[in-house]
């Protein structure tokens, strides 16, 4: 099995991304990602919207990872059909997060969960997280109810101290110092 090797930087990132991950193969054999997370995000966000941060990025190479070592595989079929629906225009927003929408959702919340590890924090709090980037530009997003999709945006925007917290959507995550 092929080495993976997973770099995380924090720059200050020129687009209103909070992070990116980019992937591919190095010389010694083997792929490499890296993670590169913005400044400002991570001396802002609480711990919660790191981590969160951290998985949806993580998500990423693993779908990259499979894309380059398993072409004709689940994922890679996957892939080529949203590519196909996304071209024809019967899907909108990118196929990775499309695909982060559709399957993963429920696994990313359930690690953020199993990490935060806070049993006075209820689990539909973790899956608003898990609804993170470009995966809120999907069909899976856009089928959620209307108020459903304003505490995710509201969730995301508390924990990413983009917006005060308020009684109906509390900061549930802790400010680190000295990032």
Known sequence: MPKTVFLFTILLLANSLKAQTESGSINLGGNMSVITFDQNYVNNATDLALARTVIHELVHA????????????????????????????????????????????????????????????????????????????????????????????SRDAIESRELPPSLEVPLLGIIPTNC
């Open 62 to 153: 693993y779908i990259k990872y499979q894309l380059v070592n398993q072409p004709g595989g689940d994922m890679g079929r996957a892939i080529d059909e949203l590519f196909a629906q996304i071209f024809i225009g019967n899907a909108p927003g990118d196929p990775q997060h499309v695909l982060m929408a559709n399957a993963f959702v429920d696994a990313m919340a359930n690690s953020l969960e199993q990490w935060h590890n806070d049993p006075s924090v209820a689990s539909i709090e973790y899956t608003r997280m898990a609804w993170s980037g470009g995966m809120r530009d999907s069909d899976a997003y856009e089928e959620l109810d209307f108020t459903e999709q304003n505490l995710i945006i």
